[in-house]
């Protein structure tokens, strides 16, 4: 007994919480830098990057609301610049970004809002949730803008608790960047303005005495930031003013629809409507089953222990059984005792800020996720703004028996980031949503190979990006399939033609069809959804490429 003992505190001397949470961290590292670029750009990532090398080649970048906020271009093309252009340099930034979502976790556990156990899981889902893993190795701006998110709601509680200006200088840098990001932060920042302004007026938060001077600081930063960042550092005024803008004896002229924040507006009210990538509204749902099941189930549990915890559902439980049983609710008194005990002890364990947290996120996770639901753009992407709260929401009340639980669920989650993150294939999961297939790197060795080549195809995307610079120059390029002898001509190594717009063969060449992307086709599976979740196997829906090469000299 005593050996046993001497163990048991042998290993409680070693695993300590803050070397358990550095080794979350190292988990999360690897899984976030590891072969980065072990899988071609997506289709998206592959423009961010475009926009970005142009950026830094010819200093060209207008704000476009169908490709979101500058700054993940700003900030590509700085490393761009530093390290050069690579698949593996456009992702190291959202990987970084990604990680450091978990020493904010840490910040929250020092103000008291989160216990040691409830920090560790939380981390721990943080890290190894194949959602977050995927799109932090993924240049697009939703990673950043989950960052700055985070980022916010830190500020916010150490403004909250200590009132320090400083915290709220923080805060308007995560709102400027998360502003920076992407159209829907908005909605977020509304969100949280909205549970934060409706504590203070209950009096569940107190607001320091210096609050109004620190607004304005607030506002100013935010304001003045994005005003820079949007106008290209004053080199497009328009976006922020309009076209055409200027006072005059006869008055101002001020043209509010050529603005780059009304077109923001009427963009995306537009793609709302027009649902050019739509779906039902529990389009999410499925995905969480598919990839997050253990967090949803945490997080069902959660919400549910915290909207009922003045009532005992084991209480309730007893009381059903006892009537069925004996036709009476009466417990009997050990019953009612050990209720009793059970109250008592979660008072205990429980604080003041740790129920707002708890409130905060719940409020935050519902609202996030019934916004996402109502919008009529649906992509795969759009999971994680509403998958960070629910990782806080999963430790809610978080004993023994959720500890069991949650830890076999990370076998799940494990084994689903494995499998969409680091299997270097082309994979038939809707997380891919369009994705540039594997397939793809045989067709560029074939093409460096070769001096000239010809694309006459409406399908071409990535290659701009792969063949960025004076590599273009030995690609000749039409719009669409076009004669033989103009595809001939100049005798190419290499001939691209969309496999629905081409030639059943070309004389002098052999002929080889490939993916050019790829994506999950619901309607070839829906008759088999039990056997493609155990599998995650069957057909795919695909753009597909005509390959002619020169026959080969024998």
């Not at 919008?375 to 023994?400: H, T």
């Not at 994979?427 to 297939?437: A, D, H, K, L, M």
Request: proline share 4%; net charge neutral; glycine share 6%.
């Amino acid at each position: 007994m005593q050996q046993a003992a001497v163990i048991s505190n042998k290993i409680k001397f070693f695993f300590t919480f803050e070397r358990i949470f550095f080794l979350i961290l190292l988990i999360a590292f690897i899984l976030r830098f590891s072969q980065l670029d072990l899988k071609l750009l997506h289709h998206d990532e592959a423009i961010h990057s475009w926009f970005s090398y142009e950026l830094l080649t010819k200093g060209s970048w207008v704000y476009d609301p169908s490709y979101h906020g500058p700054f993940l271009y700003y900030i590509t093309a700085g490393m761009f610049f530093v390290f050069g252009s690579s698949d593996l340099i456009a992702r190291v930034l959202p990987a970084f970004f990604g990680f450091l979502l978990l020493p904010l976790v840490y910040c929250i556990h020092k103000l008291g809002y989160i216990n040691k156990n409830q920090t560790l899981f939380a981390a721990l889902f943080i890290a190894i949730s194949p959602d977050l893993v995927y799109f932090s190795r993924f240049l697009r701006h939703d990673i950043f803008m989950l960052f700055f998110t985070l980022l916010l709601l830190v500020a916010l509680l150490y403004y909250f608790e200590k009132g320090q200006t400083r915290y709220s200088v923080v805060a308007a840098v995560a709102a400027a960047g998360a502003l920076a990001c992407k159209e829907e932060m908005p909605v977020i920042l509304l969100i949280f303005i909205s549970f934060f302004a409706f504590a203070v007026r209950m009096k569940r938060l107190t607001l320091p005495a210096g609050w109004k001077n620190d607004l304005l600081i607030w506002m100013f930063i935010t304001i003045g930031s994005l005003a820079v960042i949007y106008s290209a550092f004053g080199f497009h005024p328009e976006t922020l003013i309009g076209q055409n803008f200027h006072i005059g004896l006869e008055g101002v002229n001020f043209q509010a629809n050529t603005t780059g924040w009304y077109q923001a507006v009427s963009h995306w009210v537009a793609m709302h409507n027009e649902q050019r990538l739509g779906g039902p509204f529990f389009l999410y749902i499925p995905l969480y089953l598919l990839y997050e099941l253990p967090l949803f189930v945490l997080a069902i549990v959660g919400t549910i222990q915290f909207l009922f915890r003045d009532v005992s559902l084991i209480l309730w439980g007893r009381r059903v059984k006892t009537w069925v049983t004996d036709r009476r609710f009466e417990l009997p008194v050990q019953d009612l005792a050990n209720e009793s005990l059970r109250r008592l002890q979660l008072r205990r364990a429980g604080t003041g800020e740790s129920d707002i947290f708890f409130q905060f996120c719940i409020y935050w996770m519902i609202l996030t996720m019934a916004f996402y639901a109502y919008v009529g753009e649906k992509v795969p992407w759009l999971i994680i703004p509403q998958l960070l709260p629910m990782c806080f929401v999963a430790v809610y009340r978080f004993n023994w028996q959720k500890m069991v639980f949650a830890l076999l669920g990370c076998l799940f989650l494990l084994a689903m980031t494995w499998h969409v993150a680091f299997i270097p294939a082309d994979i038939n999961e809707p997380i891919v949503q369009v994705q540039n297939s594997e397939e793809m790197r045989e067709v560029m060795k074939l093409m460096d190979a070769s001096e000239r080549m010809v694309i006459a195809s409406k399908d071409y995307w990535p290659l701009p990006w792969y063949y960025r610079g004076s590599r273009w120059d030995r690609i000749s390029f039409y719009g669409d399939i076009t004669e033989t002898k103009t595809l001939t001509k100049e005798n190419p190594g290499v001939i691209i033609l969309h496999d629905t717009a081409s030639y059943p063969s070309i004389e002098g060449y052999d002929k080889k069809t490939y993916k050019l992307s790829y994506w999950f086709s619901f309607y070839d599976n829906q008759n088999r959804l039990l056997e493609y979740y155990l599998h995650r196997d069957g057909q795919m829906g695909s753009i597909n490429i005509d390959l002619f090469t020169p026959h080969k000299v024998t």
